[in-house]
């Protein structure tokens, strides 16, 4: 009767064992495919910056060249008050302010499409 017993509970251990295998396959196998869909989502990640700075690049570049090709022609009128350095201090601000809300307005696009993308991710983590 003992070695019936004993085989009985090497069979329940065998069972016990082959269901905890299957679970943690189960789980190995989530964590795999979450980690290649991570890995998906920083590659887009990645492509997408990469684009940004080339397309920030070349538009700066444009500026720089669409600055560089404009002339300025004053007409003298005699006036000694005229202050040159003044005027180019102004129209320079300026043009440094329409740079600046430009990278902004890029930034925040930016900034929301990653926060966006950010929540996403969060939320498909979460599903079962």
């Known amino acids: 009767m003992g070695r019936v017993a004993e085989y009985e509970d ?18 190995v196998d ?6 290649v869909e991570l890995q998906a989502k920083v590659d887009a990640l990645t492509d997408e910056i990469n684009f940004l700075r080339t397309f920030y690049e070349a538009e700066l570049a444009q500026m720089q060249t669409h600055i560089s090709d404009t002339s300025v022609i004053l007409s003298m ?14 129209v320079k601000a300026q043009y440094e302010e329409i740079a600046q809300r430009s990278r902004a307005e890029a930034e925040s696009w930016y900034q929301s499409k990653v926060s966006g993308e950010a929540a996403a991710d969060e939320e498909s983590l979460c599903l079962p």
């Open 10 to 27: 090497e069979i329940n251990r065998r069972t016990a064992a082959e269901n905890e295998f299957v679970k943690l396959k189960k789980d």
């Open 30 to 35: 989530i964590a795999y495919m979450n980690k």
């Open 77 to 90: 009128d005699n006036n000694r008050n005229l202050d040159l350095d003044s005027i180019i201090a102004e």
